[in-house]
């Protein structure tokens, strides 16, 4: 054979190249979660793969042989009113009088009861399509793909099933490939006229029968399906899929539209669906694949539990597949709704006496704003409804919400003491508060934060009485879910739960007011403030219930530690008083045990762990989170799973909370900030030498990068959004400290504490001299 000469220059060429390309894809940061991957498909609803988008949602799994996908729509909704809700019989001064009188029992069956024996308001299953796959034989691989959001079907004689739910559009799309032949496809409506064959399930009692819906009607075309179901008073909605067959390939696309009287008029799913298929399967996956590759841009993290990792971006996939701005809030399944013939577990519904309020705990550090605006956007919404209810029921002017409500914020009733709860609008308005310090934007702050925090303030003051010792109290107080629905369950001394949020309303109140330089207002919130007595404190337990109530028994909400964690009243960094406080409660709260927890309850531990810098035993918390607390599709189910002690409570309803509560425990021991100083890895185990994390965001819009390699802190990026000073704790304080901006010459600082002034847009980088 004849050798060919190659000129020297043209190999140094190609060195040069192949160089350059092993460069980049070095320099290329891999995506950090992993996928999930099962040899067949789950069996069950509650560990089928989830995908949605906020509004609409799909469980993929197997029933009775066939490939099922349960569909889902946030706003599928039996808004009837609550039985019993008569505020012309019932009012919070009557509740009172019963309960000081002693009859409080007529109270319980008045309130309690509807909640658990009426079928209604509560959220509703859509329907579910299912693929005869008994002729496709054993199946290889069931993966769901949490980086681009789809999951993935494969047999061992090479069928493939794509499918995804559109990042930005209430339509889901399914791709079989290399079928053998034709596949049968129907389209299954819930039980809503005809007897579930399901049985009764902890927490879902109710047969979707008791709705007292006409079964809705399935019209079949030839390629397609359309479900068409009436609900209660004008609420319908549509389910519609088409599909098209070419070859070994069958491609289809399905949609889930609502329709209500007083809601503005959206498509149909079949317009949704037609519309969809002309664009075609490639062109509507590569904007999905679009939304979510920006969506992982948004922050990473790197730690070298591979558990705890693993957990981690399952949790953010979730939470993707969970909020959008313009779709309602995370409620407790989100779109993710039962499909088992019955009501989902406590009706799917809006819980604020925790569930809302810790579902959202990560988009703050995580940096996903845009999809926390979806929660502030629905409490906005509904303030007029809001103000009437507190008008109605506690007769004062102001503003509180239920504690329980329906998708248009109606009460719903339930265990009244949290239901009605008298603080509820209060830790709402934490959210508000937070949204404004971790993006300084002035606009909200001027027209939402500190309006909302004003009408809660204004309740505050008007539903309050004072003592003859001029001190402020509520007439009866209570503390999630401390004594569950009991008479005792009302305390006549303020808890701390209340009290905390009292404080904190306050507080705030009057530091947004100074802001905004009403200082007239901020006067007044500090003045009524100061009428408020201290939290309970005991000298060797910590944080009480309430005054004479201890935390003496094990229980699975922290309401006791609000002052602490969340709100940070009680900081660390406040000094040694507070040190103590936080430190006999944490050590309190291990005495008593774990037996009447239940999964959010660990998933909140790491949280005050974090907050207390404690991340070795953050760390086992989440551990004992993720590996007991948790289905093989990583769905929370309050129970312990593994049966090993860690509770006696092993029952398995599906909430979501407790999963976005362990993403947000991850993010604390990596980064703080809500002292207003920005501390890196300041909670993670002693063995994690290698850890790093990019772009999580703090109090004052600051967008944090920082990495660990052999157990010191190699660097720290700050980029500041805002001009707001910046305050680091000095990660190398033995050091003197380089500091390079790209608006300004670098400089060098040393000390404890890194103080710089920013301005809007300026990036900073922080490096030891060595």
Aim: glycine content about 6%; charged content about 25%.
């Amino acid at each position: 054979m004849k050798k060919i000469a190659i000129p020297s220059q043209l190999i140094i060429l190609l060195l040069l190249l192949v160089t350059s390309c092993n460069q980049k894809n070095s320099d290329e940061k891999s995506f950090p979660g992993e996928d999930l991957t099962f040899p067949a498909l789950a069996q069950t609803w509650d560990e089928a793969m989830p995908l949605g988008n906020g509004m609409v949602g799909n469980l993929i799994w197997e029933k009775n042989g066939k490939l099922r996908f349960s569909l889902d729509r946030a706003d599928l909704w039996d808004l009837r009113p609550m039985e019993g809700m008569d505020f012309d019989k019932w009012t919070f001064n009557s509740v009172y009088k019963h309960w000081k009188e002693d009859k409080y029992d007529v109270v319980q069956k008045e309130f309690d009861s509807a909640y658990s024996k009426v079928a209604a308001p509560s959220k509703i299953p859509g329907g579910a399509l299912e693929f005869d796959i008994e002729k496709l034989g054993k199946i290889k691989e069931v993966r769901l793909g949490i980086e681009t959001a789809t999951c993935i079907v494969e047999w061992e004689n090479g069928v493939k099933l794509t499918t995804f739910v559109h990042a930005e559009k209430p339509l889901g799309w399914y791709r079989f490939e290399n079928l053998p032949e034709e596949l049968d496809i129907e389209l299954i409506s819930p039980a809503y006229n005809r007897e579930s064959e399901e049985g009764h399930t902890s927490q879902s009692r109710n047969d979707l029968n008791e709705l007292g819906y006409e079964q809705g009607e399935i019209s079949k075309g030839d390629h397609s399906y359309t479900y068409n179901q009436k609900g209660w008073g004008s609420f319908a909605y549509q389910i519609h899929t088409s599909w098209e067959e070419k070859g070994n390939e069958l491609c289809g696309c399905w949609s889930v539209s609502s329709e209500f009287e007083d809601w503005d008029k959206m498509p149909e799913a079949t317009e949704i669906v037609t519309k969809e298929l002309d664009n075609g399967f490639y062109s509507s996956f590569d904007i999905h694949k679009n939304w979510w590759s920006d969506y992982w841009a948004q922050s990473a993290v790197q730690i070298p539990d591979s558990l705890l990792q693993k957990q981690y971006y399952l949790e953010m996939y979730k939470f993707g597949a969970a909020a959008r701005e313009d779709a309602p809030p995370i409620s407790l399944q989100a779109v993710w709704t039962a499909d088992h013939g019955k009501l989902p577990p406590w009706k799917g519904d809006f819980h604020h006496d925790l569930n809302t309020q810790l579902s959202y705990w990560p988009s703050y550090s995580g940096n996903y704003l845009g999809l926390e605006e979806g929660f502030l956007n629905w409490l906005w919404k509904y303030r007029a409804n809001f103000k009437k209810y507190t008008k109605a029921y506690f007769g004062v002017d102001g503003m509180n919400v239920p504690g329980v409500t329906t998708l248009e914020g109606e009460a719903m009733g339930g265990w009244i003491q949290y239901s009605y709860g008298q603080t509820v609008a209060s830790w709402l308005g934490h959210h508000f508060y937070l949204h404004w310090k971790y993006t300084m934007n002035r606009e909200f702050l001027e027209t939402r934060a500190y309006p909302w925090m004003k009408d809660v303030a204004i309740f505050l003051d008007n539903v309050s009485v004072k003592t003859d010792e001029g001190k402020r109290k509520l007439l009866i107080s209570s503390s999630p879910e401390i004594y569950n629905n009991s008479k005792k369950a009302w305390f006549a001394e303020t808890t701390n739960f209340d009290l905390a949020l009292i404080r904190w309303t306050y507080e705030k109140a009057a530091e947004l007011a100074r802001e905004l330089n009403f200082e007239e207002d901020a006067r007044k919130w500090e003045k009524i403030l100061a009428e408020w007595p201290e939290l309970a404190v005991d000298p060797e337990t910590g944080l009480m219930f309430a005054p004479g109530f201890p935390y003496d028994e094990s229980h699975r909400h922290f309401s006791h530690q609000m002052a602490y964690h969340p709100l940070g009243l009680l900081d660390f960094s406040k000094g040694d008083a507070d040190k103590k406080v936080i430190q006999n409660t944490l050590d309190n709260l291990e005495k008593e045990g774990s037996s009447q927890w239940v999964g959010y309850s660990f998933s909140w531990q790491g949280n005050l762990y974090a907050r207390a810098f404690e991340g070795d035993k953050a760390a086992n918390t989440l551990r004992t989170f993720a590996e007991c607390f948790c289905l093989k599709n990583s769905f929370h189910v309050n129970g312990d799973q593994c049966k090993a002690g860690h509770s006696n409570f092993t029952y398995r309803p599906f909430t979501l909370e407790g999963n976005f509560a362990f993403a947000s425990a991850i993010q604390e021991m990596l980064m703080q900030s809500h002292s207003g100083v920005i501390k890196v890895f300041p909670a993670i185990p002693f063995e994690w030498k290698d850890c790093s994390f990019d772009q999580l965001r703090t109090y004052g819009a600051f967008l944090v990068s920082a990495e660990k390699k052999d157990g010191t802190v190699e660097q720290v990026k700050i980029t500041s959004e805002k001009g707001q000073q910046c305050l680091l704790e000095n990660p190398w304080p033995d050091k003197k400290v380089i500091v390079e901006s790209n608006l300004s010459a670098s400089k060098q600082m040393a000390g404890k504490m890194l103080k710089i002034d920013t301005k809007a847009g300026e990036s900073l980088k922080f490096k030891p001299i060595n």
